[in-house]
Each structure stands twice: as C-alpha cells, then as structure tokens.
C-alpha cells in the first residue's frame, strides 16, 4: 500500500516554526504581520475557507482583519477599499475570498490589489514572476503541493509531473512552478484537460501525477503507473447519510484501488487543503518581512 502524504501532519510542522518566526519577529522587531480579508456574501464554503484562515492566522500568530460585506456589496465600493488597504502600512497582505458575486468583476478586483499584497499570488504580475522564475508571491495551492512533495522526500527533478487540470489557481502555476530550472523544481511537465485526447496513455506515464479537476472519479487506478507518486486536489462532496453534515469529501482519485499501485498518495481531507493554507501564512510572513526590510 502507498504511503500517506499527510499534509495535516506537515503543515502542523511548519506552522510550528512558522510560530517560533513570528515570536522572533515580534521580540526582535515589533513586527505582527496583519492579512486583510474580504469576504462578500455568505457562500457557505467561502465563510467555511474563511474560517479555516482566521484560524490558521490566529493560531501562528498573524492579526487578520476581517471585512465582511453583504451579497449586494458594489464593486466601486471594494475597490475603494482594496486601494486604501494597498495604502495602509499597518496591513502587510490582502486577500479577497474567490468567487465574488456577479456583479463584482473579478479580474477588476484582483487587479487592483497592489502585487507586494497579494498574499494569494493570482496578481498578474506574480503570475509573470512565477513563468519567469523571479522571485514573488506564488499561489498557496501549487506551493503547498510542491512543499508537500520536497518536504516528504520526494525528489522533483528530472521526473516526469503530470497535471489533471489547468486552472489558473492550481494547475498552470504548479506547471510554472515545478518546471522551472531550479532546485525542487527541473521537472518535465504535461499538462492534460477536457480537451486531451486519451488520456490515461499520458497519466500512465506519470512519475508524478497531480489530479485537480474537481470530478470525482477522474483518476482510476488503471491510469497509474505501478509505484508512482499521486497527489490528489479535488475536493468533491459525496451524499453521506451516515454524517451528520450529511455529506462527505473525496477527491478526484478513486483511493483504495489507486493506494494500491502508488508508491505515495495524499489523501483527501487532510492532504493538499491544509498545505494550501499554510503556504498563504507563508507569503503573509514574506511580505511582512519584504515591507519591513527585514532579511527573509
Ligand atoms: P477548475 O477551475 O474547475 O479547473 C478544473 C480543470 O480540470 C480544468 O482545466 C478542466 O479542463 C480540467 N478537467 C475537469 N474534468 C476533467 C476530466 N474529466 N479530464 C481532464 N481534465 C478535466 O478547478 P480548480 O479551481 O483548479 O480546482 C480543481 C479541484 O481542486 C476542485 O475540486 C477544487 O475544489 C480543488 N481545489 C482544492 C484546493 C485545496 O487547497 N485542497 C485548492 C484549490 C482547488 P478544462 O480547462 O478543459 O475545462
């Protein structure tokens, strides 16, 4: 059976030194790195992402200031808000949680967040440093994908990734990134999508097989190559009587028969999710530092 790549157990670590980071900061230089957080409207999965990062921040130590609008909330509004938060010394990294209603254009609102704030790294200015390899803040997913894989050993360069999904939050950054010519990077990347033709002969030729297409069941243990590395992104919820909430989350991947040709898998909860957050505590303490010009 495949190891589990935990990344509860991971991330517990790296917030446990995160924790230590932000006490030296705060004795050595009086610095709390503060993220601003918009949420607008009450999407029970964005007030549950939300949650899971007032938590994250409070845990290790991060000031979160939270700003919480109604569904109607106007677009000129945010941006007026987004502009002065991008003016204010005392706010280090903004996120707006994703999706925003209709009416609030989008690409408008990430735009407008100064790129030394943008803690999520979806600016396009981050998202240029990222291809070019320059240094910048790189979106937590595909960071905590990559953290998940070093940090458990498994070596990066000269394997063969391949990505399910080419999203532009999960699975065209993790390209940018893992390609590159750099240390825990140097892969060969393939990208697949809806519109790859036969694509369990690609998956098949996977050292590394990541899964972010939000469809359960996309990867089945036929499309694995005997002792290769799957990470699985997707977060789908399943009808679950059994539960309280009355449903359940799996990923993309069918688990148990796929667990038995991998060498390592990352499981759904308790994988790719807590890493994700932990990598956004991660650039709020980078951009807290670059702001402050302290030596990272
Ligand atoms: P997305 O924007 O919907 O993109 C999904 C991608 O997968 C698209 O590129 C799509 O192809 C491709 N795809 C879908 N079904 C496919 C299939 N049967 N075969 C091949 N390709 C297929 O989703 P996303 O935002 O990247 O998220 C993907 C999943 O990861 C979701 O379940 C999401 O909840 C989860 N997620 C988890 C975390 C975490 O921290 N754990 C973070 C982000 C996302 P086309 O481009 O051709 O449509």
Do not use: W
């Not at 495949?2 to 004795?27: F, N, P, V, Y």
């Amino acid at each position: 059976m495949a190891r589990i790549l935990s990344g509860t157990e991971l991330a517990q670590r790296m917030r446990e030194e995160m924790k230590t980071e932000l006490a030296d900061l705060k004795r050595m230089h009086n610095v709390v790195p503060a993220l601003a957080v918009i949420l607008i409207g009450d999407d029970p999965g964005s007030v549950s992402y939300v949650k899971g990062k007032e938590k994250a921040c409070a845990e290790v130590g991060i000031a979160v200031r939270k700003h919480k609008f109604d569904a109607d909330y106007p677009e000129k509004d945010l941006l007026v808000l987004i502009r002065d938060l991008n003016n204010d010394a005392g706010v280090n990294g903004i996120l707006v949680q994703l999706p925003v209603p209709d009416h609030i254009n989008e690409e408008k609102v990430l735009y407008a967040i100064d790129p030394e704030k943008d803690v999520d790294g979806f600016h396009p200015m981050n998202i240029g440093r990222l291809m070019i390899g320059a240094p910048g803040y790189v979106p937590g997913t595909p960071h905590g994908i990559q953290q998940l894989l070093v940090r458990n050993g498994i070596e990066l360069s000269g394997q063969h990734v391949v990505i399910v999904g080419r999203s532009n939050i999960v699975g065209k950054p993790l390209a940018l990134l893992l390609v590159q010519k750099k240390k825990d990077a140097n892969a060969t990347v393939t990208l697949c999508h809806t519109g790859t033709k036969n694509m369990g002969e690609i998956t098949r030729l996977a050292d590394i097989l990541v899964v972010a297409a939000g469809r359960p069941h996309t990867v089945s243990a036929d499309m694995v190559k005997q002792g290769a590395v799957v990470i699985d992104v997707g977060v789908n919820r399943i009808e679950d009587a059994t539960k309280k909430s009355g449903f359940r989350l799996i990923g993309d991947v069918d688990f148990e028969p796929v667990s038995a040709r991998a060498s390592a898998i990352s499981p759904v909860p308790g994988g790719v999710g807590p890493m994700t957050i932990t990598m956004l505590l991660h650039n709020v303490i980078k951009a807290a530092r670059k702001q402050r010009g302290i030596a990272q």
